[in-house]
């Protein structure tokens, strides 16, 4: 009963088409505010809105061709892939049917929407290295299917390596401005 309450049935292509939707009038707006941002005052610098514009048109293109090809094909054509899917692949799981509904389970969906807000919330009182660790720790550690110390330790790992990434990429490598706790502290200022 209570796993029934936890987990939404979605039908998969009014989901797709619903979600690539809401992603393409997002980006549409999105691109209507990077094209708002400042020129540049060095000669030969793109601005602000250089790349923002770039990764928008990239995500309406995409989106639109999923829009297009989703609203084009006939249930018709989609009951044939399916099908021939079935056909060639009846040994798959549950799991990794392509034509059934979605499984959407709520209780992980409000963990993570939860464990982004604190994470933006405590950055700034906190600092970027620890709730950076911590929010990738509670992300990884129930997806790695081991037994529990050992899933443990390996999402810790993958935590501590996911931070130093960010602060190497963005810190260093861009020159990013973030709260910072200790890193500097500990591996120097460049």
């Known amino acids: 009963m209570l796993n029934k309450l936890r987990t939404l ?37 793109p601005g602000d809105g250089f790349f923002p514009r770039i990764t928008l048109s990239v995500i309406l293109i995409f989106a639109a061709i999923i829009l297009l090809r989703e609203l084009i094909r006939t249930p018709l054509e989609e009951v044939d892939q399916v099908t021939t899917a079935v056909q060639a692949d009846e040994d798959d799981d549950e799991d990794d049917d392509k034509s059934g509904p979605i499984r959407f389970d709520l209780l992980e969906a409000a963990t993570i929407v939860v464990l982004s807000t604190a994470y933006v919330v405590l950055m700034r009182r906190v600092g970027l290295e620890i709730m950076t660790t911590i929010f990738m720790f509670c992300l990884f550690f129930p997806r790695i299917l081991m037994p529990w110390p050992k899933a443990a330790a390996y999402a810790a790992v993958g935590a501590v390596t996911t931070t130093i990434f960010i602060y190497f990429a963005f810190v260093i490598g861009l020159g990013v401005s973030l709260p910072l706790a200790f890193l500097p502290r500990y591996l120097g200022q460049y």
């Open 9 to 45: 049935t979605l039908h998969r292509r009014r989901s797709l088409q619903v979600t690539t939707a809401i992603a393409f009038v997002s980006a549409a707006y999105c691109f209507y505010i990077a094209t708002q941002l400042p020129r540049s005052i060095l000669p030969g610098y």
